[in-house]
């Protein structure tokens, strides 16, 4: 098959384990992958070394055909400038991109955010391309719930334009796939048919985040010696409650075992550092953001990795990708979600659960996992590495977005394409889909969203 990539997101940024390890993966098997994407901007909103912004650019990365189109790159808290963000990809991705990123039998299109599809809808109209969509992120919720627009009526017509956005793009996309069954449920209730989702886990970065022995040099130089170390590494943003985090540290101030160390950078990490200067708390490291490459030194230092997202009924459907990251890694963790989530930690034995937005609860559950011995908490780890090999790998993932693609393009081609012709009930479910499809699109389907 050939398949276009569509992501603002794509590797050297930080977690964009949809990207480059996928298109690696169906490379291997055969299959043509080239990217459309973004020059990198992630996180931090500045375009990277090595990188300056142009009409486009082509780079092969590790036997990958990548097209770079201009972004205009912001990740503050501005929605005005998030927005010029968003909107500047999806203009140059459906003009420059669609114009010169050429065939292929499908384009999967990895949301967020929405505005990408502008530019999967194009290469379906003119080139006939069929799409599968891909949601990381569920919308309108996270732009509303993360602070960047305010005001009661802002927030109203901005749930009411995305949410008919969102359901625009659902109708338009042969099958929809999504990392959580929460996910799916949402979806559902915002009237896409049930059996256009397919569920698929999301995996890590695997080359980059296994176990690695520790380095103690490193764990002298960052200041972990003599303490139990819990370690959040990831956006300091409004949807990951970092507050909590410091109050949680704020109540273990007299416990001189304990230190929490925040890696990372973003829209709340000067207010978090405010905060913690103001309960003086002196238990709390901060490392800014680190290199890619160096995490997995990191983890292996960590006693504990520690997750934690604000209590918001949609997040409770999500799962961050810090969650394979830890399991990955082999480290036991602490995590702070009600949901999916924290099911995958418990199904897992992993580690711990504690209340989200809850600093008591949290520093309750640090002191038990200090207290633990160095068997309990290398079987926690061991056991989330076995779940994360046995349920969430690439490999398996990869075999499942595999068949996905295989079926939409089955039901284009039925014979004499070269690929392998279905079973008669998948090509089942996808000419009943194609007649559902038209039924919905003629009327106006829940969404759950006004």
């Known amino acids: 098959m050939r398949v276009i990539f569509l992501t603002i997101t794509f590797d050297p940024e930080p977690a964009a384990q949809m990207g480059l390890p996928l298109a690696k993966w169906l490379a291997a098997r055969g299959h043509e992958v080239k990217v459309l994407t973004a020059f990198p901007q992630y996180p931090e909103g500045r375009i990277y070394a090595g990188y300056r912004v142009r009409p486009w650019q082509r780079e092969v990365m590790d036997g990958i055909p990548v097209l770079r189109v201009p972004i205009y790159p912001s990740h503050d808290t501005s929605a005005v400038r998030r927005i010029g963000t968003y909107l500047s990809f999806a203009l140059a991705s459906s003009t420059i991109g669609a114009a010169l990123i050429g065939p292929a039998d499908i384009v999967y299109l990895y949301e967020p955010p929405p505005t990408n599809g502008l530019a999967s809808l194009v290469l379906k109209l003119f080139r006939g391309t069929p799409i599968v969509h891909h949601i990381a992120d569920m919308w309108p919720e996270t732009v509303i719930e993360s602070g960047m627009i305010r005001g009661r009526q802002t927030k ?11 359901r625009f793009l659902y109708r338009q996309a042969q099958v929809m796939t999504v990392l959580s069954p929460g996910f799916k449920r949402l979806l559902v209730e915002r009237g ?5 989702i397919e569920v ?12 690695v022995e520790r380095d103690a040099a490193l764990g002298r130089e960052l200041g972990f010696d003599g303490r139990f170390n819990f370690v959040y590494a990831g956006n300091l943003g409004p949807l990951q409650g970092i507050d909590t985090v410091i109050r949680a540290a704020a109540l273990l101030k007299d416990n001189p075992l304990i230190q ?36 997995p030194k990191i983890n292996a230092l960590a006693d504990v990795l520690l997750v934690h997202l604000r209590d918001i009924p949609f997040l409770h459907t999500t799962i961050p ?3 394979q990251v830890s399991l990955a890694s082999g480290r036991p963790v602490l995590i702070g979600v009600h949901g999916d989530a924290a099911d995958l930690v418990r199904k897992a034995g992993a580690g711990i ?15 038990e996992m200090s207290r633990m011995s160095k068997h309990q908490l290398e079987e926690m ?3 989330g590495r076995a779940y994360y090999l046995n349920h969430l790998s690439l490999d398996i993932g990869g075999k499942k977005m595999e068949a996905v693609f295989r079926e939409v393009v089955a039901s284009r081609h039925p014979t004499g394409t070269g690929l392998r012709i279905l079973s008669t009930g998948q090509n089942s479910r996808i ?12 009327g106006s389907p829940p969404c759950g969203l006004e």
Do not use: H
């Open 200 to 211: 698929i886990y999301n995996w890590t970065d695997e080359e980059t985040f296994r176990p």
């Open 260 to 295: 929490i160390v925040l890696i990372g950078t973003g829209p709340k990490e000067e207010e978090a550092k405010r905060l913690a200067v103001q309960l003086g708390v002196g238990n709390v490291r901060f490392l800014n953001r680190r290199q890619y490459w160096e995490m």
């Open 156 to 166: 109203k017509i901005a749930n009411y334009v995305l949410g008919k956005w969102c």
């Open 381 to 383: 780890g061991a056991n």
């Open 353 to 367: 659960i504690c209340e989200p937005e809850n600093p008591a609860d949290m520093a309750k559950a640090m002191v």
């Open 321 to 323: 990708s810090k969650v």
């Open 192 to 196: 896409v048919p049930e059996s256009k």
């Open 431 to 442: 000419a009943g889909e194609k007649s559902r499809n038209a039924t919905t699109q003629g």
